[in-house]
Structures are given as C-alpha cells and as structure tokens.
C-alpha cells in the first residue's frame, strides 16, 4: 500500500511561526515519484496554500497481528 503525505504551509502565527496542515491520498502501487511531482505540481497550482514537502510512503505487513 502507497500513501502520498503533503505537508502544506496553511498560514503563520503572531510570532510569525509557520502553521501546518497534512494531507495523505492513498495511491496504487504503481505510483513513482514522478507521479508525485505531477500531483504536487497540480495541487500547488490550484490551492491556496503552499505545498513544503511530500513523501511517497510504502506500508508493508510483517506478520500476524491479533
């Protein structure tokens, strides 16, 4: 399983510190970083706020959970 986590820049406060917000999508498998930059880039675009950081992150089991 893939996730895309955004980081995004919502605004700052009185002593002018950054706010954050975080966005995770569910991606496919498939999904590159390539396609990341493509998703970013439109989302930076038509959004409001700015976009710091994102990650693809791979989640994987490793073993039995009861």
């Known amino acids: ?14 002593l002018n510190n950054r ?3 975080r966005q995770t999508i569910n991606v496919d498998d ?11 880039d439109i989302l ?3 959004s409001k706020y700015i976009c710091e950081s994102a ?6 089991e490793v073993g039995d959970i009861i």
């Open 55 to 60: 990650q693809v992150v791979t989640t994987e």
């Open 44 to 46: 930076d675009k038509y």
């Open 30 to 40: 498939s999904f590159t970083q390539e396609n990341a930059q493509t998703v970013v």
């Open 1 to 14: 399983m893939k996730r895309l986590v955004l980081r995004w820049i919502v605004g700052y406060d009185e």
């Open 19 to 21: 706010i954050y917000r």
